[in-house]
Each structure stands twice: as structure tokens, then as C-alpha cells.
């Protein structure tokens, strides 16, 4: 079945220490994206990739990186993690079919865990 | 800013009970509303959306309207079964942009 994976599913690492999370799909979709959840709160949009166009939120630290070397993989990187940053972290994916913004449905995978220690 | 207002839970029903998770919101412009699901240890899934006033959004056995004078998005069930426990995720999208704005989730259990 086409899905969105993410790997590993719980990731634990030391404060300061570079962590990257990845996320690879078989949808074929143009459009990714890496939202972090913090317990009990909502998804939180880090930021997104329209084909190889990055685009920010506004209010994402720097610490918050990302790439996306080809359709399938995108990956986040978190250069100094600090003891906030333990969250869940989702990647969702979508089509645009009608042109820049018009995207459908977004698909999320399971997400990784993040526990900084 | 937009923002998405969602009953706190957890919810408690016994099986067959009527399921209401209340959800307002706050947008500029006309947005598009979306009910996601998240299955323990999965990731959230499209239960059902609805993009202008008065559309009802449906899928297995849930609905939706669309309420523009209340901004609400209410989910509701009939008869809620155990295989529905899961926490309910209401969230909107403006205009044509790629922003889910999410509330912070309801979770629903259902016991026997």
C-alpha cells in the first residue's frame, strides 16, 4: 500500500546533541510537510516543501532544519536539541493538483517520538 | 489569527451511545474544515471535511456541518463503537494556502 513512513518511530538523544528524523513516501507527492505535537497540544506546522521550494513558518527556531534530497525523502534535523523540543514530530504529504495552493488531502505518517535527555 | 477551539476530553461513552465533540473556530476569509483521526500508535487519517457553508462532511457512520453563523464544525455519531476510540482532531485551512490549523485534539473512549 502507498504510505508515508517515518523512522525511527521513538528516538531518544542527549541535550545538544544533532538529531534527524526522516520520513520517506510511496504517494508520490510534490507537497511535504514536518509538524511537531507536544503532549496534549495540537499539530504545529514546522514548515513545508512545495516540490523543491522550501517554505518556513514564520516562528520555527533555526535550531529546526530540513531537507528534501529527491520526491520520496525528507528529513528533519534538529541541531541542538534542547529539553522543549521532545515532542512528536509528523510528516504528512499531499498532492497539488490545481496548482500552487490548491493541495488535497494530506497524509500523515505515524510520527517519531522525541525524547531528549 | 486562525484558531481552532475543541471540547476538552477524555470523552466516556458506552458502546451505542450518540457521540458530539464540540469544535468552533476562528478565521479570516472562508475556510475549509477538516475532522482527522488518530488511532493509537498511527498517524492522523481524513475522517471527513467540509469546504463552504452548510456542507455536510460524512464518512463511516460520522457527520459534520458546516455552520458559518456559529463558526462550528461539530462531529457527531449515532452509535459510537469501540473501534472508534481514538483522539479527534478538528482543523481548518484558509484560502488556498498549505496551513492546517488544528485544535488540540479530543480523545473518545468507548467501553463495552
Known amino acids: 500500500d502507498a504510505m508515508v513512513i517515518q523512522n525511527p518511530r521513538y528516538q531518544v538523544t542527549q541535550f545538544g546533541k544533532p538529531v534527524t528524523l526522516s520520513c520517506s513516501q510511496t504517494l508520490n507527492h510534490n507537497v511535504m510537510y514536518w509538524y511537531q505535537q507536544k503532549s496534549s497540544q495540537a499539530p504545529k506546522l514546522l514548515f513545508h516543501?512545495?516540490?523543491?521550494?522550501?517554505?518556513n513558518e514564520a516562528d520555527t527556531p533555526d535550531n529546526f532544519q530540513s531537507r528534501r534530497p529527491n520526491t520520496s525523502f525528507c528529513f528533519l534535523d534538529i541541531r541542538s536539541p534542547g529539553l522543549g523540543d521532545a515532542a512528536m514530530y509528523l510528516c504528512?504529504?499531499?498532492?497539488?493538483?490545481?496548482?500552487?495552493?490548491?493541495?488535497?488531502?494530506?497524509?500523515f505518517g505515524p510520527g517519531t517520538r522525541l525524547t531528549v535527555l | 489569527g486562525d484558531s481552532v477551539t475543541q471540547m476538552e476530553g477524555p470523552v466516556t461513552l458506552s458502546e451505542e451511545a450518540c457521540l458530539t465533540i464540540n469544535c468552533t473556530y476562528t478565521a479570516t476569509g472562508y475556510p475549509s474544515l477538516f475532522w482527522y483521526v488518530q488511532y493509537p500508535g498511527e498517524g492522523l487519517q481524513l475522517l471527513l471535511k467540509?469546504?463552504?457553508?452548510?456542507d455536510k462532511g460524512s464518512n463511516k457512520g460520522f457527520e459534520a456541518t458546516y455552520r458559518k453563523e456559529t463558526t462550528s464544525f461539530h462531529l457527531e455519531k449515532g452509535s459510537v463503537q469501540v473501534s472508534d476510540s481514538a483522539v479527534y482532531f478538528c482543523a481548518l485551512r484558509t484560502g488556498g494556502g498549505n496551513k492546517l490549523t488544528f485544535g488540540t485534539g479530543t480523545q473518545l473512549k468507548v467501553e463495552l
Open positions: 516543501y512545495y516540490d523543491k521550494d522550501f517554505n
Open positions: 467540509a469546504t463552504k457553508a452548510d
Open positions: 504528512a504529504t499531499s498532492r497539488d493538483t490545481e496548482g500552487r495552493g490548491r493541495e488535497n488531502e494530506q497524509f
